[in-house]
T-cell receptor
């Protein structure tokens, strides 16, 4: 089955700096790669996703890149703000199967 | 409703008792998923329902765990003879169609504590 590795497990940045979280996956059939943000006491919330026919996608301060050859994808957050502090999960999947999630990255943005 | 609703939000039960966790997905969403999140851990897949197809039960950790989805809507996750290692947050999610077509919308979870 699919195995998703995510690192780092914790990340601390200063407000205004950029944050990068990286994930690798094992199943070359995976074609959908979403990212979720989980705040304390809440369920994860989808923030951005990318499909295998696209190399990069941006939405304001967040962007995701995908390298299918190397089987890795990354989340980039620019101009970080304290409200970006949360746990971020990457996931990988393909049609007919539930998503497999990484173990999460706890991001702390300090003022 | 506007989102995925889970109940109860918190459940404390004695070891050996059975528990039922409920999930109300977003109306019209054909796919429904259950995941388990242990303290500080990632999301562990449990079971996936898609329309009228047989569910994918490959993630259920033991035969003490079962789930059903009635009428293609509400789902119940049942844990029989609970053990302390079952303590976790149980998350339900739904999506408009299959998992690789649309993103999931998660509920806020049920925090289960087995004492």
């Amino acid at each position: 089955g699919e195995n998703v590795e995510q690192h780092p497990s914790t990340l601390s940045v200063q407000e205004g700096d950029s944050a990068v979280i990286k994930c690798t996956y094992s199943d070359s059939a995976s074609n959908y790669f979403p990212w979720y943000k989980q705040e304390l006491g809440k369920g994860p919330q989808l923030i951005i996703d990318i499909r295998s026919n696209v190399g990069e996608k941006k939405d304001q301060r967040i962007a995701v890149t995908l390298n299918k050859t190397a089987k890795h994808f990354s989340l980039h957050i620019t101009e970080t703000q304290p409200e970006d502090s949360a746990v971020y999960f990457c996931a990988a999947g393909n049609s007919g199967y539930a998503l497999n999630f990484g173990k999460g990255t706890s991001l702390l943005v300090t003022p | 409703g506007a989102g995925v609703s889970q109940s109860p939000s918190n459940k404390v039960t004695e070891k050996g008792k059975d528990v039922e966790l409920r999930c109300d997905p977003i109306s019209g969403h054909t796919a429904l998923y259950w995941y388990r999140q242990s303290l500080g851990q990632g999301l562990e897949f449990l079971i996936y329902f898609q329309g009228n197809s047989a569910p994918d039960k490959s993630g259920l950790p033991s035969d003490r765990f079962s789930a059903e989805r009635t009428g293609g809507s509400v789902s119940t996750l049942t844990i029989q003879r609970t053990q302390q290692e079952d303590s976790a947050v149980y998350l339900c999610a739904s999506s408009l169609d299959g998992p690789a077509n649309y993103g999931y919308t998660f509920g806020s979870g049920t925090r289960l504590t087995v004492v």
